[in-house]
């Protein structure tokens, strides 16, 4: 397996099939820009690729030679429960190909870990009321990279796995998890995922970086696309910008390709056209 399929047909055609196994690529996207959709789209059609091979060919075609779908999908999120995050994939994808996709989609909810120790009041985010015999162990409890590491060792090899989002652990940084853990937590990610091959995809909101903690991300990860809003006259456009990625940007640079201009269809994540240097 040379190259794993991200879903999008013609961004996997360009790039030569897919994402180098063990690269962990970091989705940095301004809200509603497409990075959210981008994300549903690959966990989605992938698995779609193991349950329904005729449906995957009708919204994808055919997986390039030097290319193969993983076996199993992992969506970890650490705020959203299973049936929120299908949710919001219905209103980014057609229905049929969510149902017919789920099945090979397995969801782990951190939200127990991420909560713990937030002013959030317990029957928020946990369907099981605490007894009294579970008061004592409350300290015990692992903390959120503990529980996304097992996840990950368990589960990563081989396998895409898509992280929702580090936004959140950027936006809750306490002691136990400061801000200058994160980039390190991603390069420790980057190294591990080069022995279990697979593809990692970690979602981040860019409007909660600013260009130095971004920077550090970016530098922290094996590949970057990123998601922007722009502006021609009254209309705005989705476009993605490949900001670096080992393996990758060579290809695209070969093509001359700057932008890819997007759109969110019936399947998901779509590249709508392409610039290019003239």
């Known amino acids: 397996m040379n190259r794993i399929p991200f879903g999008i047909q013609r961004l996997d055609t360009t790039i030569g099939g897919g994402a180098p196994p063990g690269s962990v690529v970091l989705l940095s996207g301004e809200a509603g820009a497409g990075a959210r959709e981008f994300m549903y789209t690959c966990a989605v059609m992938n698995g779609l690729a193991e349950t329904d091979p005729d449906l995957f060919d009708l919204y994808y075609g055919g997986i390039s030679p030097d290319a193969a779908a993983p076996d199993e999908v992992h969506y970890v999120s650490f705020t959203s429960e299973e049936r929120q995050v299908r949710r919001e994939m219905v209103r980014a994808m057609d229905e049929e190909i969510i149902d017919s996709a789920i099945d090979n989609v397995r969801f782990h909810d951190l939200s127990p870990e991420f909560f713990r120790l937030s002013p959030v009041p317990r029957e928020w985010y946990s369907a099981r009321t605490t007894n009294i015999s579970e008061l004592g162990d409350t300290q015990d409890r692992k903390g959120v990279p503990e529980a996304l590491g097992e996840q ?15 936004s959140d652990l950027i936006s809750s940084a306490t002691e136990s998890l400061p801000w200058s853990d994160i980039p390190v937590l991603l390069k420790g990610l980057s190294r591990a995922a080069y022995e279990w091959g697979g593809l990692i995809l970690v979602h981040v909101t860019r ?8 920077g550090q991300l970016i530098d922290a990860a094996d590949g970057t696309l990123s998601f922007e809003w722009e502006s021609g006259g009254s209309a705005r456009a989705r476009t993605m910008v490949v900001k670096q990625f080992r393996g990758v940007l060579s290809r695209i640079e070969d ?4 932008r890819f201009e997007t759109e969110i269809g019936d399947a998901g994540f779509d590249i709508s056209d392409v610039r290019k240097i003239r």
Do not use: K, Y
């Open 207 to 214: 409007e909660t970086l600013d260009e130095v903690h971004h």
């Open 255 to 258: 093509e001359n390709i700057v």
């Open 152 to 166: 990950l060792t368990e589960h990563a090899p081989g396998n895409l796995v898509v992280i929702d989002s580090l």
